[in-house]
């Protein structure tokens, strides 16, 4: 296992300069939001009661990367993965990789409220386990554009939960154009049962 966790820490790394992407322009992909704005609220802050996660200050890089597969069907097309289907439409109103780096940029210079932890978890019992993490995503879950990873804190729990169960299961991170989902997979794995993947979340949402 320390093998394998040690291959796609370097894998991350060769593969890290691809995270440049075109430069975005905020005020341009503002109108763009619009259609965001519904469901991710005006903050990017998201909704849990539409099962819509916080957007609003996450990187750049990574707000292009997955409206970009969305858009193009490597992600949210698996039938398991059904908030990602929702999801697929709305990117598809995007007409170019411009205008998608214009709404990244908005995404990313928008500053939602620290959302409220909801999932009962053990944050202590995943302290060990982030160990696993933290080479990729930052000991404070900042996020590493090194190893194409996005931050962590400022996200809602119960979304960690959605997508942690979504990589263990292969909902995500099993295309073959998915590189960086690909590499979260095997992470997600080490993770066995829902209560380990509830204490993860809790303990993420305590990172500062």
């Known amino acids: ?117 909801t999932v009962e978890g053990d944050a202590s019992a995943a302290e060990a386990g982030f160990a696993l993490c933290a080479p990729c995503h930052g000991p404070r879950g900042e996020g590493n554009v090194t190893f194409n990873a996005p931050r962590l804190i400022g996200q809602h729990d119960w979304y960690v939960v959605q997508q942690l169960v979504n990589f263990r299961e292969g909902y995500r991170g099993t295309k073959p154009e998915d590189t960086y989902g690909m590499q979260m997979r095997p992470m997600a794995m080490t993770l066995m049962d829902d209560a380990a993947v509830r204490n993860m979340a809790a303990f993420i949402a305590g990172l500062k």
């Open 1 to 117: 296992m320390k093998k394998a966790i040690i291959a796609i820490i370097l894998l991350g790394w060769g593969l890290g300069v691809t995270a440049v992407e075109a430069a975005g322009n905020a005020a341009n992909g503002k109108p763009f939001y619009a259609i965001c704005l519904a469901c991710h609220g005006e903050n990017g802050e998201g909704n849990p009661a539409i099962h819509s996660p916080t957007i609003g200050g996450q990187e750049t890089w990574y707000v292009e990367r997955q409206l970009k597969m969305f858009k193009s069907g490597v992600r949210g097309t698996h039938p398991k993965d059904t908030y990602g289907a929702q999801m697929r439409p709305m990117s598809m109103t995007l007409p170019t990789d411009q205008v998608i780096a214009d709404v990244a940029a908005y995404v990313n210079s928008l500053q939602p409220p620290a959302p409220k932890p």
